[in-house]
């Protein structure tokens, strides 16, 4: 019994779903290294984004995959979090390190990521996460995520007339402010707990 256990619990870490998980955070040192190649800077940014928008897409692709095979997993529904916010936190960095983005929506929003996610953490082990739980104002701040961080890696031209690298700067403002505002929300919502606890 404890054998069958044993592998039951290692094949939780290989299944279909759970390495398009783990290639989300590979792509992490393979998008930084793109930009040390001795190669044109458009070819960077170009091979960058493409890498990018390739493995956020494993990020819907998983989860579809997990429920239609059958899948799902507790190991699986920790990883999956924690993979976008690593690959969304060191896409940031770059973008900083490349003067794309300013440092302040970077601190924004990585400080956003920790916070919550301890404050989700916490709730959880109170029994309280249901309070927390994913709400349309953070979704809608990950696909304009999504969208402002593929545009400034290409930083250039797009169709020969969309500026991705202006559009991108708005974009990642817009998703700073959408970062606060759900940051706030989830906030409001575990204060009741919170002061329930400390009384």
Known sequence: MTSVRVMHNRG???TLPTIMTWT???AIPLIVGVFYLPIAEPMRNLIATVMFIVFAATDWLDGFLARKLNQTSAFGAFLDPVADKFLVCASLLVLVHL????VFVALIIIGREIAISALREWMAQIGAAKSVAVHMIGKVKTVVQMVAIPFLLFDGHLFGFIDTGLWGQWLIWVSAVLTVWSMVYYL??????IRARTK
């Open 99 to 102: 003067q794309r983005a300013d």
């Open 188 to 193: 409001q919502k575990a204060i009741p707990e």
């Open 12 to 14: 939780m870490f290989w």
């Open 24 to 26: 989300r955070i590979i």
